[in-house]
């Protein structure tokens, strides 16, 4: 399972940074918001690379937001396949990635407490990381769901009570039950 979740993640991953990144800049073209460099000076901090005041390192800052959001994607293949699928998985995925950004930024130094954002920074940043949390989910899960149901969707199928809409059960489940 692991060496599936961490191809199918990297993939995931990249694609969800991908349609975030294209989620944004129509964001931007509307509301005329500059591009953000915080990932850059996050990773300049991180790494000890020299921070230049007024310089904005487009090599970095792509390398951290696609890094960032290829190696997150891991996370969320594993949990596709584990059972954790669906929208509720990348609700839960969302919040992941909202405070994975929020432990590194305000760790350098680079970003504050989001509840000193202001109000209309906030909804957009959510809504972008929220872009790139269904993104992936669903390329994880479409991913996985070629190996057929996962060990939590596989338990939840021979427990009574439970939803039984997570595909056929694999003949060996039931074995000795």
Not at 38 to 65: C, F, I, S, Y
Not at 84 to 111: C, H, K
Not at 119 to 144: I, M, N, P, Q
Request: aromatic share 4%; glycine share 12%; hydrophobic share 45%.
């Amino acid at each position: 399972m692991i060496g599936r979740a961490l191809w199918q993640g990297l993939v995931a991953g990249a694609v969800g940074g991908v349609v975030m990144t294209l989620g944004e800049k129509i964001e931007q073209a509307v509301t005329g918001r500059p591009d953000s460099h915080v990932p850059a000076r996050v990773l300049q901090r991180l790494t000890g690379l020299p921070e230049r005041p007024g310089a904005q390192p487009l090599p970095v800052n792509w390398a951290m937001h696609f890094g960032q959001a290829a190696l997150l994607g891991v996370l969320r293949s594993l949990m596709a396949q584990a059972g954790l699928r669906g929208p509720l998985a990348s609700a839960q995925f969302a919040v992941v990635r909202l405070t994975n950004d929020q432990i590194l930024e305000n760790a350098t130094g680079v970003g504050a407490p989001p509840s000193t954002w202001p109000r209309g920074e906030l909804a957009v940043d959510t809504l972008h990381k929220a872009v790139y949390a269904f993104s992936t989910g669903l390329v994880a899960d479409a991913l996985a769901a070629r190996s057929g149901p996962g060990p939590g969707q596989t338990h939840a199928m021979l427990r009574p009570g439970r939803k039984r809409d997570v595909g056929p059960l694999p003949r060996d489940a039931t074995q000795g039950q």
